[in-house]
C-alpha cells in the first residue's frame, strides 16, 4: 500500500523519525549506566514496543491492565503497572501473574497497601509492589521524607508482599522549557526518589529498584547516581508540546494525521480539512506554551513545515486551518485565490499534534511510512 | 451484571434518562411538523441509534462514511453523510448506494461538485447531493444569498446528479447561554436555510429537502416553516456544555464516567481517581463557559451530584477530584480527614462529561444501566 492511497483521517508513524527517536533515548541511557523501561501508554502498539525492546529497553510500563494484558500475550513478561492499585483489581492483576507475567504493582497510601496485604493472605502467586514517590507535587506519590513511605513499605514487607522499588514521575516537567529548569527538575526527580529508596533501607525495608522518568527529564538528566531504570514514554513519536518544552525538534515528530482539504471560506481565510477533534483530539496543550499550535501545525504533501498556519479550530470531523500570522507567513498567501491553489478540494496535507498520546488514541491503527512511501498497518488498541 | 462489578473506568448510559431526552426531542419535532434526523456520531451505537429509531426518527446523519457502513450493515437505508464529500471517497461511497444504501452525499463548493459529476458518469447508480448552507458563520458551507450556491446547484443538475435537498448546522449556538440568544439563532438558521432552497429553486434547481439543526437551535425553535427535517445528536445523552448552553438539566446528562477513587494528596485536597482524560477526553468545553466544570463534574454513588467538586485536571489514567469553591461547597468537606472518609481508597464516583461525543469516543463499549442497576453491553465503534 503507498501512502497516497490512503483514506483521510489516518495516523501516519515516520518509521525513520521512530526509530532514530528510539536509538536516542536508548543510547542516552546506556550512556547515563541505567535500565530503560518504555510506558507504552502512548503507542499501545506492539510494532512500536517490539523496536523498543529490540533497541535495548528492559521491561514495559502500562497504564492500564489491558496494556499489560495485551504485551503479555506477545510475549513481554516485565510489566510495571505504574498506575497506583486498589484491591477490586487485584483479581484481575493476579490472572496475569498466575500465567507468569512478572507484574510490579503500584501503591501510593497505606490503605491500599492493606488491602493489598489482605488479597496476599489467599493470593495462589506472591506479589512484587512497588510505592510510588511525589518528587515535584504534580500528581501522586508519597513525599520522600514523609512518614507514610515508611508506614507504607513496612504495611507491605509484614504481610508477605515484595518491596521491589520506588517510583517516581516528574509530570511537572512539561511545564517547562528552558534547559537549566529541566536538568534542575531531573536532578530533583532523581534525588527524591533515591532518597525514598534510602529512607525505605535504612528502616529494614528492602527496595532494590529506583525507576525515574519523564521524557523531558529523561533527556535532560546529567547524571542519575542510585537511579536504577528510567521510563519514558512520549519520546518515541514525539509532538509539539515536547517541541514547546524543548526537547525536540519539530522534524522528530513521528507522528502525524493525514487530512484531506474539503472546502474553502475564502474570505476568511480558512482551510477546512477531514481532521477535526476526532483525528487530532482535543488536547490543547500548547495553549499555555510559549507557541500555540491551535489544534496542531500543517506540513505540506511536499514534506515542507507550513510555518505561520495552525489548524485554528476543530469540530468532530471538521478542521480549520488557517494562518496565524507566525514565522515564515509568506505576504498574500492568505488571498481568496491564493488559498484555494495553494490548499485545492482534495489536496492532502498531514497535520502534526499537540500530544502524541492523545492523537494517536482516537485511531484504531497507525499507518507506519517507510523512506519508500509504502505503507504498513500497525495494530493499536484501546478501552481498558 | 451488575453496576457494583463494573471494572473502572467505565462508560455508563442511564437507560431512563438516554429514552426521556429522545422521546422529548421526538414529541417536539412531531409538534413542530418535521421530520427528525438524529446525528449518530454522537453515540456511534446501534442501541441508541434504534431507540431514536424506535421513537420515530426518520433516517439518520452521519459524520463518517464508517458510521453509514455500520449503520447501514445494521439495516438503516436513510442515511445523510453530513461533512462535504471529496471525489476521493466517492467509490467507497458507491459501495454502499449498490448495495441499496439510499446514501446522501454534502458538497459546498464547485471543484468538489464537478469531481462528483465526473464520477458520476461512469457510476452503476445515480447519486443525491445535498448542498450546505452556511446559515452563521461558524465553519463550512454557501451563504444563503452567495452565487456559488446556485453554480453548485447548477453544476450538479446539469452533471444528472440529484439535488436533494440543503442542509445548516448552526453550530455557534453551543456558544449562547440565553433562550432569547438560541430562539433568534434557531430562526436565522431556519430563514437562511430556507431561502438557499428557495433560491435553488427559482433557478430550476430542485430541492426537495430542507434540512437545519443543532441541539440546542432544535430544542428552542419556535416554529420550523419551509423546514422539511431537523438534525441533531447530542440531546441523547446532554452533557455540561449543553447545561452550560441552557437546555438540559444536570438530571438529564445520561452518559457519565463510573471511577475508583486511588488516592489522596490531603495537603492540597485531592482525591486521585482512575478517571484521567484517556476516560474523559480532552474536551474542555465548559472553560469559555459561564461555569467551568473541569474535566467533569462528580457524582458520588448514591447518585448526588457534587456540587463545588470537580475533576480539576487529569492525567492520561489519573484524574483530580476537588473542590472548585461553587455552589453547595459544605464548610470543612476539605479538611485532610474528612476528605480520606468522604472518599475512602477503593469508593466509587460518576464523573459528568463536558462533551458526551468526546467522552463517548473514548471507549469500546457503552454499559447501559437499567432502573434496578442491571447493566448490559452496547457496543460502540470508533475509527474510520
Redesign the interface.
Known amino acids: 500500500m503507498m501512502l497516497d492511497s490512503l483514506?483521510?483521517?489516518?495516523a501516519l508513524v515516520d518509521i525513520a523519525r521512530l526509530k532514530r527517536n528510539i536509538d536516542a533515548m536508548q543510547r542516552r541511557m546506556n550512556a547515563l549506566g541505567v535500565r530503560f523501561r518504555p510506558h507504552v501508554?502512548t503507542s499501545k502498539c506492539l510494532d512500536v514496543v517490539q523496536a523498543q525492546c529490540r533497541a535495548g529497553a528492559q521491561g514495559i510500563t502500562v497504564?492500564?491492565l489491558k496494556e499489560a494484558e495485551a504485551f503479555f500475550a506477545a510475549g513481554i513478561t516485565d510489566i510495571l503497572y505504574a498506575?497506583?492499585?486498589?484491591?477490586?483489581?487485584l483479581p484481575?492483576a493476579m490472572a496475569l501473574i498466575e500465567k507468569g507475567c512478572r507484574l510490579k504493582l503500584v501503591v501510593?497510601?497505606v490503605?491500599?497497601a492493606a488491602?493489598i496485604v489482605a488479597f496476599r493472605q489467599t493470593a495462589a502467586e506472591p506479589l512484587e509492589v512497588w510505592i510510588e514517590v511525589?518528587t515535584d507535587?504534580h500528581?501522586?506519590g508519597i513525599t520522600p521524607e514523609a512518614a507514610t513511605l515508611l508506614e507504607v513499605g513496612r504495611t507491605l514487607a509484614a504481610g508477605g508482599v515484595t518491596v521491589g522499588g520506588v517510583l517516581t514521575h516528574a509530570?511537572s516537567s512539561y511545564d517547562l522549557n528552558t534547559p537549566e529548569a529541566l536538568t534542575a527538575l531531573a536532578e530533583q526527580e532523581r534525588a527524591g526518589c533515591v532518597r525514598a529508596a534510602q529512607r525505605l533501607r535504612e528502616a529494614g525495608v528492602p527496595c532494590e529498584n529506583v525507576s525515574v522518568g519523564s521524557t523531558p527529564t529523561a533527556l535532560m538528566a546529567t547524571h542519575l547516581a542510585g537511579v536504577t531504570e528510567v521510563r519514558a514514554g512520549v519520546y518515541a513519536f514525539f509532538d509539539l508540546v515536547m517541541h514547546n518544552v524543548g526537547v525536540c525538534a519539530i522534524d522528530d515528530i513521528a507522528l502525524s494525521v493525514l487530512t484531506?482539504?474539503?472546502?474553502?471560506?475564502p474570505e476568511?481565510g480558512w482551510v477546512?480539512v477531514?481532521a477535526g477533534?476526532?483525528?487530532m483530539?482535543?488536547?490543547?496543550g500548547t495553549a499555555k506554551q510559549a507557541r500555540d499550535f491551535g489544534y496542531g501545525l500543517p506540513v505540506s504533501s511536499d514534506g515542507t513545515v507550513m510555518d505561520g498556519y495552525a489548524l485554528i479550530a476543530a469540530?468532530?470531523?471538521?478542521g480549520?486551518v488557517a494562518r496565524t500570522g507566525g514565522v515564515g507567513a509568506e505576504a498574500g498567501a492568505g488571498s481568496s485565490e491564493d488559498l484555494?491553489r495553494r490548499f485545492?478540494?482534495?489536496s492532502k496535507l498531514r497535520i502534526l499534534p499537540n500530544?502524541a498520546?492523545?492523537t494517536g488514541?482516537?485511531?484504531?491503527?497507525y499507518h507506519a511510512v517507510d523512506a519508500n512511501g509504502e505503507v504498513a498497518t500497525w495494530g493499536r488498541f484501546?478501552?481498558?
Open positions: 483514506d483521510t483521517p489516518a501508554k497504564s492500564t498506575v497506583s492499585v486498589v484491591p477490586s483489581k484481575r501510593d497510601n490503605n491500599a488491602g511525589d507535587g500528581r501522586s509530570g484531506t482539504v474539503i472546502g474553502h471560506q476568511k477546512i477531514d477533534w476526532m483525528a483530539s482535543r488536547d490543547r469540530n468532530q470531523e471538521h480549520i484555494e485545492p478540494i482534495g500530544h498520546c492523545a488514541a482516537q485511531f484504531p491503527a484501546h478501552g481498558w
